[in-house]
């Protein structure tokens, strides 16, 4: 059973850091490149960080550039998003999914797989 599992998230002030892990079970993400997309009410799915199947090259949304960072660890089956300088604007629910088109990561659209997803709420 493929499963995606998202934990990490939580209600944090601006500014503030958090770590969203996710444990992928049912496959090996090995072959895999893995995302973190995030959805706020009324928007559309956005993509905010990716990580290629090799490990070897990250890709970020221009919102999160520089705050963000995404690993993998495919020994573990896992990966993990660190977001430093928290803003109220990266408040959404945080999704994890995994692809194996390997030409759009960006691309919620190409992914095979997601979680359910953990909520992210940044306010003072």
């Known amino acids: 059973q493929v499963q995606l599992v998202e934990s990490g998230g939580g209600l944090v002030q601006p500014g503030d850091s958090l770590r969203l892990s996710c444990k992928v079970s049912g496959f090996s993400i090995k072959v895999y490149h893995m995302g973190w997309f995030r959805q706020a009410p009324g928007k559309e799915r956005e993509f905010v960080a990716g990580v290629e199947w090799i490990g070897t090259y990250t890709y970020y949304g221009d919102p999160v550039k520089g705050r963000f960072t995404i690993s993998r660890d495919n020994a573990q089956n896992l990966v993990a998003l660190q977001m430093n300088s928290l803003k109220p604007e990266d408040t959404a629910i945080y999704y994890c999914?995994?692809?194996?088109?390997?030409?759009?990561?960006?691309?919620?659209?190409?992914?095979?797989?997601w979680g359910q997803g953990t909520q992210v709420t940044v306010s003072s």
């Open positions: 999914g995994a692809t194996n088109d390997y030409g759009n990561i960006r691309s919620a659209s190409a992914y095979n797989f």
